[in-house]
């Protein structure tokens, strides 16, 4: 008590006062959107643009067709709406829901396995009893996560890493924020950048309807360089604070903590099983590339795919039958409350439907988006991407939410709905940072660092992160025509 500075009395009081400020559930702040919308159709005129079916490598697809607004006899639905659409919305969303369940049980079965955390473990005990190759630690741990991030959306599960590089960082010299940022940060960066995440590139392509995982070659582009330019940041302030321990905005909260856990870095023997479970994941990536790329695969195949995958990973990694049962139903029971708010998502587009008031929203929006330079309209899709972000966290609840309308807008608006899918996309570079994010707040509960101070150390690198968006919008919509 005595030694506490008026400094950290204060930060204290915001740490205080931010942990007293709760957001509303997600599922709270769709619903109230439902009601919102539903007022709104009482007031907006209805009206409608024509449609034309057009070719395209996905099959026929229903396009709006620029210039042909006009307004129709004023459509009024019942407060009742508010309870139907979200059933419409599972009705209307039953293939995308089922996708999102079986993903949900097949990697709880991953995770259960204990694979992931042993390939992390096998591959820190490698690069650490080697001096030499210690400058590699960081960047190779960071693109593994990134890795995950892209691949199946690897995002809370950095949790329980964070408790093992926190004090692998700080046994290299280094402090909390680094050993934090090697799991967060390197998800991060996939999950934003991604390639192939299915809870984001894929559902917001399926919604779209571009072709599945199209587009791969740019993205892969997007995922070196945000993926470089994260772990840049991090290994520059990784050397800075080695140097001069007494930069770091936790050096209180590491000297607190007392001696270093030196199991953090500890040799991991080698384990067949969790060898042959992460070589049965591998081989289940690269078919489902190969069936997207080749066969064409759409959800409904990819979701057999995981299926299957989830329930051969389980009996390779020595869980019995009960085993996966139980673990599968768990998985899938997190992901309910995702169902939920993708149903009341998609209750939005059925009211805005029904009262034929999609067209009109669309018309206003373009007639302004329209009115600034065709190279700056995706910027600004993505600055609305991230505003949305604060309040929806969830990559695909925000997917359901946002795509229905922004895909017909990049119709309207001359760009491609590739390219607005990617706007989206871009915007969970801002989502370490968010307060509201469950998965920020987690991993920083379980490092024991409070909001401000890891927000003041990653606000420059999120500014850099949204000029960078800004850059990397720049090609699909001036250069290269990306659909």
């Known amino acids: 008590m005595g030694n506490s500075s008026p400094a950290a009395n204060a930060g204290s009081g915001r740490s205080s006062f931010l942990s007293t400020l709760h957001m509303p559930h997600t599922l709270v702040v769709v619903m109230a959107l439902v009601i919102l919308v539903l007022a709104l159709s009482w007031v907006v005129p209805s009206g409608e643009y024509a449609r ?62 204990g694979a992931v955390e042993f390939g992390i473990r096998r591959l820190t005990a490698s690069i650490t009893k080697r001096p030499r ?27 329980p890493f964070v408790i093992i590089f926190i004090p692998l960082a700080r046994s290299l010299g280094y402090d909390s924020i680094v050993g ?5 940060l390197g998800a991060a960066a996939g999950f934003a950048a991604a390639f192939f995440n299915p809870f984001t590139v894929g559902i917001a392509q399926s919604i779209s309807g571009v ?3 199209s587009g791969l070659g740019y993205r892969l582009v997007t995922w070196v360089i945000g993926t470089v330019v994260i772990i840049t940041y991090v290994m520059r302030y990784a050397r800075k604070v080695k140097r001069n321990p007494e930069i770091s905005p936790v050096l209180d909260i590491d000297r607190e903590r007392g001696a270093v856990d030196s199991h953090g870095g500890a040799e991991v023997g080698w384990d067949l099983r969790h060898l042959a479970t992460l070589a049965l994941f591998v081989a289940s990536m690269v078919l489902l590339v190969v069936g997207v790329l080749l066969w064409k695969w759409y959800i409904d195949q990819i979701a057999v795919l995981f299926f299957g995958m989830g329930i051969a990973l389980g009996f390779v990694g020595g869980m019995g039958p009960s085993h996966v049962a139980r673990t599968f139903v768990n998985g899938a029971k997190d992901m309910v409350g995702v169902v939920f708010i993708v149903a009341c998502a ?23 988006i329209s009115l600034l330079p065709r190279g700056l309209i995706a910027q600004l899709m993505f600055l ?15 997917a359901a939410l946002t795509m229905p309308i922004m895909s017909p807008l990049a119709d309207l608006v001359g760009i491609t709905r590739q390219t607005a899918v990617y706007a989206y996309q871009l915007c969970e570079f801002v989502n370490p940072i968010l307060p509201t994010s469950a998965a920020t707040m987690g991993v920083l509960g379980a490092a024991k660092i409070p909001w401000e101070r890891w927000a003041r150390w990653f606000f420059p690198l999120m500014l850099i992160l949204i000029g960078l968006s800004f850059l990397l919008l720049i090609p699909p919509v001036l250069l290269f025509e990306w659909n």
């Open 346 to 368: 998609r209750a939005l587009l059925v009211i805005a439907q029904d009262a034929k008031i999609m067209d009109t929203i669309l018309y206003g929006t373009s007639s302004l």
């Open 133 to 159: 190759l210690e400058h590699l630690l960081i960047p190779a741990l960071m693109v593994v996560f990134s890795l995950g991030g892209s691949v199946f959306g690897m995002c809370e599960e950095t949790i």
């Open 180 to 184: 934090t940022s090697i799991p967060f």
């Open 211 to 213: 072709p599945l995982y």
């Open 52 to 113: 034309s079916e057009v070719q395209t490598s996905a099959g026929t697809r229903t396009v709006t067709v620029a210039g042909t607004y006009h307004q129709v006899e004023k459509v009024y639905l019942g407060l009742h709406m508010v309870l139907l659409s979200p059933i419409k919305g599972f009705l209307d969303g039953a293939l995308l829901i089922c996708f999102l369940l079986m993903i949900g049980g097949s990697f709880a079965i991953f995770q259960e396995t």
């Open 384 to 398: 609305v991407q991230c505003v949305i972000n604060f309040f929806i966290h969830s990559g695909t609840a925000q």
